[in-house]
């Protein structure tokens, strides 16, 4: 699993949800049913000041876990005071290769 913070295009639903994901170019349709939490990130870090009435966007990331169509598992982050969308991890989705007794010794 890496670490990212790149930019991403995300098409969603009237509810917000993730339907399609635009990332280096290449757009991916979501597969499945994405799932959503919230995370506590570290303002005082990114912030120098914490605005009036702003704490929603500023104390929690709402983040999707989605499954593009081509197996990749992306976790993406929505700013909620732009609507800017950026990649945050990316999960490896390659299957594991079974190790034949002989190719173990």
Known sequence: MGLFSESVDV??????QPLEVTWKGTSYK??????????????????TRAPIGSGAGLVDHE???VQLENTITLDIVRHLG????????????????????????
């Not at 499945?32 to 990114?46: I, L, M, S, V």
């Not at 732009?82 to 010794?105: F, K, T």
């Open 11 to 16: 098409i969603c639903t009237d509810q917000g």
């Open 30 to 47: 979501v597969a499945g049913e994405p799932d959503r939490w919230f995370e506590r990130r570290k303002w005082w870090a990114e912030e």
């Open 63 to 65: 983040i999707w876990r």
């Open 82 to 105: 732009s609507g800017r969308w950026r990649l945050l991890r990316i999960h490896d989705a390659a299957p594991a290769r079974a190790v034949e007794p002989d190719e173990a010794a």
